[in-house]
């Protein structure tokens, strides 16, 4: 039997039922020894953190779909998010620049500089077709070009629609989405879609983990040291997770068209999430349980080794980079602004598990305005390191609340029953203000952690005088990178960030939408 013919023949007799024009293409170019150029898919959760995925031994979140992902591909210890807000984490991945570097888009709820040409529009441009479904790059204004606005991920596709399993979950069906736009495209063409989920975001409806997901408060192994040991607090990650899991599904149903079609084997797939989980001291902050994300991808025309495992530092920046290489498409020649992320091809190519790049050491972070809640809409500006087993913070307004001011309700944190318990410590000089002080109190400018001993960021080692020349150091290589990268606050110019517009519309959003249901928790 020939090649091409054993090919056609291996894909209807695992099942592939898609069309046999893309079967036979696929068959074609494999026998020709000639790559077909790889679809993406290109998935994103709104708000978890790492290690909330079954692949990383969370029991109380069952993942299928990314832990097939990453049984079948890469499981990525080390990837981060530069910035734990949706918008300028968004806007990270889309340019393959740090938010530092992206004028307004490192804020949140900002205009999206016209400048800034993003991956998915160099793709469009490169003949593929291109998608999303759900929550693409948000919020903010992204512009117009021409007259026409842009659409920074691609076609929307939102027509189809279910009904959720809880309050608070879209009634967005995703995969029905994701089959109309690939009934939509040519055949002859690549594709690259968005499925950005909603879920975990808030609000959830409470309890619907226990009482819908059939969940239990004690599957939950340990609560995070910066919250009290609460039933309302277990309940409400249970919630969180039940969200989690419905993402997931979606995608397990998206995975399962595409090895129906005899698409899955050449569609480099990555899932990750945008910012950590909506809780106090995560998302919005810049410690582990906010910028460190999950992250699997597979390609197994790539690679067909499966179950990898890898330790490199990673960044949202670095994915840009990785698609435009894909796609065959040189950085230099997309139009984009100067790329500061490195592609991840090397290391969905090797067959190495472990380090797999040793230069991928250490990775940035930082923040700059996130919400309202401070005199003048001020910011609170921080920038950060990842090295090692080391988390190094510089914290540049001390003076700041850095969650917003405690008059306004603290508004860089998303309204819950953790948030409400968390704020019930706060009474004099008992024991239980720690978790007060952790979540909502002024920090010192210098933060740094043990992150393999210490992941929760509790016990602050800046101080020790045994850490002084680690912290000087980490803090050196910080300073120093950023100048590169021609950060506005290494060269006094960080105001301009407080003065980009923020266009949220209505400033009563917060009381008629997050702040809805506090009384009821």
């Known amino acids: 039997m020939q090649r091409r013919e054993f090919l056609i023949k291996s894909a209807f007799s695992l099942g592939a039922i898609g069309s046999f024009s893309t079967i036979l293409e696929n068959a074609r170019a494999a026998s020709e020894g000639k790559p077909k150029r790889p679809n993406i898919l290109f998935c994103i959760w709104d708000d978890a953190s790492f290690p909330h995925m079954g692949a990383y031994g969370c029991g109380w979140v069952k993942t299928p779909a990314f832990d097939r992902v990453a049984e079948e591909g890469i499981l990525f210890n080390r990837a981060y998010t530069p910035n734990a807000k949706c918008a300028p984490s968004r806007a990270c991945v889309l340019t393959g620049r740090n938010s530092w570097q992206l004028e307004e888009a490192a804020n949140h709820w900002p205009n999206f500089p016209a400048k800034f040409k993003v991956f998915t529009e160099v793709l469009s441009e490169n003949d593929y077709f291109v998608g999303c479904t759900g929550k693409g790059w948000a919020p903010g204004n992204s512009g117009k070009i021409d007259g026409k606005r842009r659409q920074l991920t691609g076609k929307s596709y939102r027509k189809r629609r279910l009904e959720p399993p809880a309050r608070g979950i879209s009634k967005l069906d995703y995969a029905a989405n994701f089959a109309d736009f690939y009934n939509d495209k040519p055949e002859d063409q690549p594709f690259c879609f968005w499925y950005g989920a909603y879920e975990p975001h808030r609000g959830y409806e409470y309890r619907s983990g226990v009482e819908k997901g059939g969940k239990k408060l004690d599957q939950i192994e340990k609560v995070p040291g910066f919250w009290p040991d ?65 992250m699997a991808a597979m390609w197994k025309n790539g690679n067909p080794r499966a179950g990898r495992v890898v330790n490199d530092f990673v960044s949202f920046i670095d994915l840009a980079p990785t698609f435009l290489e894909a796609a065959g498409i040189a950085p230099a020649q997309s139009g984009m602004q100067p790329i500061q992320g490195k592609s991840l091809m090397n290391i969905l190519t090797s067959s ?96 740094l952690y043990n992150i393999s001993e210490d992941p929760e960021c509790i016990k602050n080692l800046a101080r020790d005088k045994e850490h002084t020349d680690l912290k000087e150091k980490l803090k050196t290589q910080l300073f120093n990178e950023l100048k590169e990268q021609k950060d506005p606050r290494m060269f006094g110019n960080g105001h301009v960030f407080d003065e980009y517009e923020y266009i949220r519309a209505s400033d009563d959003w917060y009381e008629k939408t997050v702040n809805r249901n506090i009384n009821s928790w």
């Open 230 to 294: 609460d039933e309302r607090v277990r309940a409400d990650m249970l919630d969180y997770a039940y969200e989690i899991e419905h993402a997931d599904n979606h995608l397990a149903s998206i995975l399962k068209m595409l090895e129906e079609k005899g698409e899955l084997d050449n569609t480099i797939v990555v899932v990750t999430a945008d910012n950590g989980m909506p809780f106090p001291r995560c998302k919005g902050q810049e410690y582990e349980y906010s910028n460190h994300m999950p």
């Open 352 to 447: 190495r598990n472990g380090l797999v790049e040793k230069e991928r050491d250490h990775v940035l972070i930082g923040k700059e305005r996130h919400d309202l809640g401070r005199p003048h809409n001020w910011g609170y500006p921080i920038r950060g390191i990842v090295k090692g087993d080391y988390l190094y913070i510089h914290n540049f307004e001390t003076d700041r609340w850095p969650v917003g001011n405690p008059e306004t309700g603290y508004r860089n944190c998303d309204a819950s029953p953790t948030m409400s318990v968390v704020l019930g410590t706060n009474s004099g000089y008992s024991r239980a203000k720690r978790y007060w002080d952790m979540s909502f109190g002024k920090r010192p400018a210098d933060e």
